[in-house]
């Protein structure tokens, strides 16, 4: 069996992250909807990531957004589970709900049905919090994953994800 069945720049990404947020002291919490827990299998391919990444919540419909998560219905009904709304609500739940320093969102559509001239398939959206950090400072991103297929798209996203854990990351 191979050492991990999960694709080679998911996991040297992974490792990236574990290593930089190790070095920064830093504990990080993902909330996932879209990647159905990728970017947690991912982080959790790394030996030693216990050491750094603390939960993973994986809230694919809108209920458990709300109930697990706190993203409150009028967001959810307002701007829709694809939204910088409700990727933002989702990382200040995963903040909450855990005890990590970081903490990133991912929802999007992977497709291939579920998307609409406003939000097509491909469409995902990203957020991180930080604790303690500034409330007016939003880091969120609205992505676009053309013609990629829903494992694509779920890679792509979850690359992404990855990404926004840097200690450098904008």
Not at 72 to 78: A, C, F, I, R
Not at 100 to 121: C, D, F, L, R, Y
Not at 148 to 167: K, N
Request: aromatic share 4%.
């Amino acid at each position: 069996m191979p050492d991990s069945i999960l694709p080679r720049p998911l996991v040297e990404l992974a490792e990236r992250v574990i290593i930089a947020n190790r070095r920064a002291g830093r504990t990080i919490a993902v909330a996932e909807s879209c990647t159905g827990g990728l970017v947690s299998a991912a982080l959790t391919e790394i030996a030693g990531s216990s050491e750094v990444f603390e939960a993973g919540f994986v809230t694919y419909s809108n209920d458990m957004k709300s109930e697990l998560l706190k993203v409150s219905q009028d967001v959810l009904e307002t701007f829709g589970a694809v939204s910088i709304a409700t990727a933002w609500a989702m990382a200040q739940g995963a903040l909450t709900k855990s005890h990590a320093n970081v903490a990133v969102a991912i929802t999007g559509i992977a497709g291939p049905g579920g998307g609409s001239e406003q939000k097509p398939v491909g469409t995902v959206v990203f957020a991180r919090a930080e604790r303690g950090g500034n409330p007016d400072k939003i880091v969120a991103d609205m992505r676009h994953f053309e013609d990629s297929g829903r494992g694509g798209v779920r890679l792509q996203a979850a690359l992404c994800a990855l990404e926004l854990f840097l200690p450098d990351s904008p």
